[in-house]
């Protein structure tokens, strides 16, 4: 499996940006499936944006649709979520997940993520 580790997160006033990053180790990063999912305190966790192994797919929830572009550089194995207009209500903590995956669907359901980070504490003032 592909260890995970975010980087990024912090206290950021509404309105303002954060770029979010994740390190995967192993070799074969450009094999995985890649996601962003985030959980706030007495929710369950949720679907933020998702990227195919080569990058060309890309898939976004709702709430976040032209707001955060997910990014992915297999040369360095790494994952990142850049996130603009931020609300308080995008407080939450935000994890990255890895899906080994041999085509090119963006799943949204952390059911089918494999390997997931620590998570990195986002939190939004107004």
């Known amino acids: 499996q592909v260890q995970l580790v975010e980087s990024g997160g912090g206290l950021v006033q509404a309105g303002g940006s954060l770029r979010l990053s994740c390190a995967a180790s192993g070799r074969t990063f450009s094999s995985y499936l890649m996601g962003w999912f985030r959980q706030a305190p007495g929710k369950e966790r949720e679907f933020v944006a998702g990227i195919s192994r080569s990058g060309g797919r890309t898939n976004y929830a709702d709430s976040v649709k032209g707001r955060f572009t997910i990014s992915r550089d297999n040369a360095k194995n790494m994952v990142y979520l850049q996130m603009n207009s931020l609300k308080p209500e995008d407080t939450a903590v935000y994890y990255c997940?890895?899906?080994?995956?041999?085509?090119?669907?963006?799943?949204?359901?952390?059911?089918?993520?494999?390997?997931w980070g620590q998570g990195t504490q986002v939190t939004v003032s107004s």
């Open positions: 997940a890895a899906r080994y995956d041999s085509g090119s669907y963006v799943y949204a359901s952390a059911t089918n993520y494999g390997s």
